[in-house]
């Protein structure tokens, strides 16, 4: 019994250092990719396009249409403060809501390691901007291809949010468009930093998976309100692309990012 009782032991302790081992892999080699997934909601609820009724704060009623942003400048931090930045020139993505397909920013040849924030930017910054038209790459094209420029001269959309809406002054379906970009008086550019709920672990032969939701009643029902009825143009519809209020809405648009979760597979 005794035998028994010490093999028993040393196979405890032989699975507990090898888990602790592969838990304690703080200095992984090589490189990985990792996933960004964008996962569009409505407060609590998943966005459903052109159908679903999504109420504001303002008494506003809502069926939204089309959601797309720019996300770039893709940055992962480590616990100890250390960076990776991807590669600016390919980091641009147009994420939209209508096309499953760019809803997953893959990442490849990320040095391995255990990240536990993500930094990114919604837009184009404006040194990128400065580069002129033939030091954007293939940015300027895929950003007109998704209807996210609205010209060379105007430059591009940071975000744009439609659909219709009613409420107590605007009772039948009316049409809304948010559209922000850089304006003559700022340029709205916006920063995001989220903590990671669980260390994204990059290994050669572990791709994480990290899952955003970004919620789209923020953009107008976040910080600062937005009341679409206050901007219904003669009853031609709210068209909200430019001004001042661009500011708000993109500082909303900063706040409407959680980390989810984190699939280490």
Aim: glycine share 8%.
């Amino acid at each position: 019994m005794k035998k028994i009782i010490m093999a028993f032991v040393a196979t405890t302790n032989l699975l507990s250092t090898t888990s602790c081992s592969k838990d304690s892999d703080s200095s992984p080699s090589g490189k990985g990719n990792i996933d960004i997934e964008f996962d569009q909601v409505y407060a609590d609820a998943d966005l459903i396009l052109n159908s679903q009724v999504n109420n504001t704060s303002q008494s506003e009623a809502l069926k939204i249409s089309d959601v797309k942003y720019i996300v770039s400048n893709i940055v992962l931090e480590k616990a100890d403060g250390s960076t990776y930045t991807y590669p600016k020139s390919d980091s641009y993505f147009v994420v939209d809501e209508s096309n499953e397909d760019s809803h997953v920013l893959s990442l490849t040849n990320i040095p391995a390691g255990d990240y536990t924030k993500i930094h990114f930017g919604i837009g184009v910054d404006q040194a990128q901007w400065a580069l002129g038209l033939d030091g954007q790459g293939d940015l300027y094209t895929n950003a007109n291809a998704a209807g996210m420029v609205w010209s060379w001269a105007a430059g591009y959309k940071f975000v744009a949010f439609e659909g219709t809406f009613t409420s107590a002054g605007v009772p039948a379906d009316t049409s809304f468009m948010v559209h922000t970009g850089k304006t003559s008086s700022a340029y709205n550019y916006e920063e995001v930093v989220l903590d990671l709920p669980t260390k994204a672990m990059v290994r050669t032969n572990i791709t994480p998976d990290v899952h955003i939701f970004a919620d789209v009643a923020k953009i107008i029902d976040g910080h600062h309100k937005i009341k679409l009825e206050d901007h219904n143009d003669m009853g031609m519809g709210a068209m909200i692309m430019g001004g001042d209020i661009l500011t708000d809405i993109m500082h909303n648009v900063s706040e409407m990012f959680r980390v989810d979760h984190v699939h280490n597979d």
